[in-house]
């Protein structure tokens, strides 16, 4: 059973920066992609940031140029260093795997528990 661990929520000042780690733990399958979710109080849960197998990047409209996306999936790492935080990045952040079964071709999904991050004004 493949399984997520992610790391490196907490409570930030705005302006002051964070580093999430998204790893992962008995996998055999290979990876198509990781991303970077979020989920505030009382909304849905949006994109943040995502890094295919390919090394291509893509962001959320909110956090172009301030959060940055890296890792290598063939590793089973991805991270996102979140910059120059903003009160309205306050949420729960949840890493997403998309894997590739090998053996017979299927993609699937895995979510991590999720972290929290809460910044201050």
């Known amino acids: 059973q493949v399984q997520l661990v992610e790391s490196g929520g907490g409570l930030v000042q705005a302006g002051g920066s964070l580093r999430l780690s998204c790893t992962t733990e008995?996998?055999?399958?290979?990876?198509?992609?990781m991303r970077w979710y979020r989920q505030a109080p009382g909304k849905g849960r949006e994109l943040v940031a995502g890094?295919?197998?390919?090394?291509?990047?893509d962001y959320g409209d909110d956090v172009k140029g301030r959060f940055a996306i890296s890792g290598d999936t063939a590793k089973y790492r991805a991270y996102l260093q979140m910059n120059s935080l903003k009160p309205e990045d306050t949420a729960d952040y949840y890493c997403?795997?998309?894997?590739?079964?090998?053996?017979?071709?299927?993609?699937?999904?895995?979510w991590g528990q999720g972290t929290q991050v809460t910044v201050s004004s």
């Open positions: 997403h795997v998309d894997f590739h079964n090998n053996y017979d071709g299927t993609i699937f999904g895995v």
């Open positions: 008995g996998s055999i399958y290979s990876v198509n992609a």
């Open positions: 890094l295919d197998s390919t090394g291509l990047t």
